[in-house]
């Protein structure tokens, strides 16, 4: 059974920094880019980054670049994000996603339950 499931949000100050961690499960990551997008309260899911299933390839929403970093460790079967430089616009909840390589061409998408991230003073 596929599983996605992220760690890490939680209550910064402005600022601040965050890292975000997504452990997987049932899947063989090397196959799969991965993903982050999040959902502030009442609004759209907004796309904010995306690593290539070997971590040589990555993409950043204009909104988190230069202050996000996304990562992999396929030997954990785990993605991470980086945050730094946190504003209270970053508030929302960060999902998690993968999307599995089956054949050239084919290939299955996965979620997370998500991880809450709240930036206050």
């Known amino acids: 059974e596929v599983q996605l499931v992220e760690s890490g949000g939680g209550l910064v100050q402005p600022g601040g920094s965050l890292r975000l961690s997504c452990a997987t499960s049932?899947?063989?990551?090397?196959?799969?880019?991965m993903s982050w997008v999040r959902q502030a309260p009442g609004k759209g899911v907004e796309w904010v980054s995306t690593i290539n299933s070997s971590g040589g390839s990555t993409s950043y929403a204009d909104s988190v670049k230069g202050r996000f970093t996304i990562s992999r460790d396929n030997t954990k079967n785990t993605a991470y994000l980086q945050m730094n430089s946190l504003s209270p616009e970053d508030t929302a909840v960060y999902y998690c996603?993968?999307?599995?390589?089956?054949?050239?061409?084919?290939?299955?998408?996965?979620w997370g339950q998500g991880t809450q991230v709240t930036v206050s003073s």
């Open positions: 049932g899947f063989t990551v090397s196959r799969a880019a």
């Open positions: 996603h993968a999307n599995i390589m089956l054949i050239t061409g084919h290939s299955n998408e996965y």
